[in-house]
């Protein structure tokens, strides 16, 4: 195995890449509630639990729930209406109607005893793939590895799977690969191992690689530059599309600009007035409204100068792009907004949003219509090349906006 770019191979190697992560894990490993005094009831209850909730939300919502029903037996012979009060805050009630449901039928079929086998646990109400290899993993010693998402992600750096881990095919590989590797004495650590170095060192965006104590046994890590790629992202994701309006406003040659508020997204970036386009909204009613709204200001002859895209890391925006001259109320000015002669926009620091507008404003003869000639056009200096810098979220690794805070663009 060669080492990434700019990586050095890990100089020491304890044992195998299980070895090394439960001994990690025997010393890390986190006084969660669950891992107290566990039992086969306990670690379902947890393991129901943490499907959809993280781990720090879920300990106050276990730890009442199993005050209120210590045993399978109490949950079993409760009433409905008691198990989702008890369940409540939690979320995703189903979970605990099915959990009351499997309680029951364990009871009743089977003595009270919680089956051991991932066939049989498969066979109970609520339960699936996942649910059944950790319980009979964890509680029962038995040989099979339970991958929820953090412990996907982790098999997938480890092995650099390329395919979606979530997908059924891949998540087989991925489950072989472990189980190639799954100590017979201590499955069940081995799955908790997996999981607690998901939530705590193998992070989704900003893995702590030199903290890890698999690396060396690790391809995302040696074999990549960036061991965060892996898994890849499903092609589909969904990021949701917001629509805005901006105003490049002008008065007697300069730009009406705002700065975003500090800590915030692109905080204390500079951009044009402007905001979320309501749903059935005509943009240019968005662009006077939002304009009014905001700065107090009005608008005289707006003309379209076109739609500027950009790309967030969690969403994508259109910016439907305005020019135009102040009306008859002027915008308030003061420390974070003000107009700025094109030599000083030049000079602002504007999110990557806000210079493409730029752009847009400053293209040569991009009639919009009703914009007529561009005689008496304010031209928008624009930052040389050379000088150009990327707005500072961008340098964050996140992405950048153009307007104002309302729609957080
Ligand atoms: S080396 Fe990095 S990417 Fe690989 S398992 Fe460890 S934390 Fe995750």
Not at 80 to 90: F, H, M, P, T
Not at 325 to 335: A, E, F, L, M, N
Not at 390 to 407: D, F, I, K, N, Y
Request: with cysteine; net charge positive.
């Amino acid at each position: 195995m060669t080492p990434g770019p700019g990586k050095t191979a890990t100089p020491t190697r304890p044992g195998t890449r299980s070895e090394s992560l439960l001994a990690w894990f025997r010393t890390n490993r986190r006084p969660l509630p669950w891992r107290v005094r566990p039992d086969p009831y306990r670690i379902w209850v947890a393991e129901v639990l943490l499907q959809q909730t993280r781990v720090a939300q879920a300990v106050p919502y276990y730890e009442r729930f199993v005050a209120r029903f210590p045993d399978l037996r109490a949950l079993a012979g409760a009433p409905r209406s008691e198990v989702l009060r008890a369940w409540q805050g939690a979320g995703y009630y189903d979970r605990a109607r099915r959990l009351h449901e499997a309680a029951r039928c364990v009871a009743r079929d089977r003595g009270g005893r919680i089956p051991g086998t991932v066939e049989e646990l498969e066979q109970l109400p609520g339960v699936g793939r996942y649910i059944a290899r950790a319980v009979a993993s964890l509680a029962y010693g038995v040989p099979a590895v339970a991958l929820e998402a953090n412990g996907l992600r982790v098999a997938a750096r480890w092995t650099r799977e390329e395919a979606d881990p979530r997908t059924a095919r891949a998540r087989a590989r991925l489950e072989a690969a472990l189980a190639r590797e799954l100590p017979p004495s201590s499955p069940g650590p081995f799955n908790e191992a997996i999981m607690e170095l998901g939530e705590t060192i193998c992070l989704p965006e900003a893995p702590r690689c030199p903290a890890c104590p698999v690396s060396f046994g690790c391809r995302a890590y040696r074999e990549l530059d960036d061991p965060a790629s892996v898994p890849r992202r499903p092609a589909g994701r969904h990021r949701p599309h917001l629509r805005a309006a901006v105003v490049a406003l002008t008065e007697r040659g300069r730009w009406l600009v705002q700065r975003r508020p500090p800590g915030g997204l692109l905080g204390d970036l500079w951009e044009f007035p402007g905001g979320r386009i309501e749903p059935g909204e005509a943009p240019a009613h968005a662009a006077r409204r939002e304009l009014r709204e905001e700065t107090g200001g009005t608008v005289r002859r707006l003309a379209p100068a076109g739609v500027v895209r950009h790309g967030y890391s969690h969403f994508t925006v259109e910016l439907h792009v305005f020019r135009g001259i102040s009306g008859s109320r002027r915008p308030v000015t003061g420390r974070t907004r003000r107009w700025a002669t094109p030599d000083e926009l030049r000079r602002l620091p504007l999110p990557r949003a806000t210079e493409k507008i730029v752009d847009r404003l400053n293209a040569p003869d991009r009639p919009s219509p009703g914009s007529g000639s561009r005689r008496g056009r304010t031209t928008v200096s624009r930052r040389p090349a050379s000088r150009r810098r990327p707005g500072r979220a961008l340098r964050r690794g996140t992405a950048p906006s153009g307007g104002r805070s309302r729609a957080r663009r």
